[in-house]
């Protein structure tokens, strides 16, 4: 499992999942540490401003006591994600499905050459990938918004749940 946090312009930090590790509240709030750490280092200006916005899905680990105490200690703004929509996640429909396609029908031998070619792969990624990730984001979000909630589907496959 690839966790990954990006903005704009590039990933801010990326981290695989050791085989047989749950993504419990207590291993993401150690990724959140280390997100934060790079956040430091790759964008000063956001950090030392706290004008950064972490938006995350509504996983159990995501949602638990533990992370939440830990990001309202840190000031970390978390934009919210309405429940049961999992179209709105941008990784999932967006950066994910690039890696994907490039890793299609391939076979590997080891976890460490998945993990060598995903990051290959994520390496090609350049600025206006997430440009674009962020504006379809924004256009799903608006979308979502402006039906209040309410169920609907169109051909790129979008989904809004209350």
């Known amino acids: 499992m690839l966790i990954c946090f990006f903005d704009q312009k590039e990933i801010v930090h990326k981290e695989f999942v050791p085989p047989g590790q749950a993504v419990n509240a207590a291993f993401y709030v150690e990724v959140l540490r280390r997100l934060r750490e790079n956040l430091r280092r790759k964008r000063p200006d956001q950090w030392q401003n706290n004008i950064w916005l972490l938006h995350h899905d509504n996983a159990p680990a995501h949602a638990a006591l533990l992370t939440r105490r830990f990001l309202t200690d840190n000031s970390m703004t978390v934009v919210p994600h309405p429940p049961y929509s999992p179209d709105l996640a941008p990784s999932d429909f967006s950066i994910f499905p690039k890696l994907k396609m490039k890793l299609k029908g391939r076979r590997f031998q ?29 256009r799903r979000r608006d979308r979502c918004q402006a039906s209040e909630g309410d169920y609907f ?6 989904q809004c749940l209350r």
Do not use: H, M, P
């Open 153 to 158: 589907e169109n051909d790129a496959g979008l």
């Open 110 to 138: 080891t976890v460490e050459k998945i993990q060598a070619e995903s990051q290959a792969v994520l390496n090609t990624l350049r600025e206006n990938d997430f440009q674009e990730c962020f504006k379809n984001w924004q």
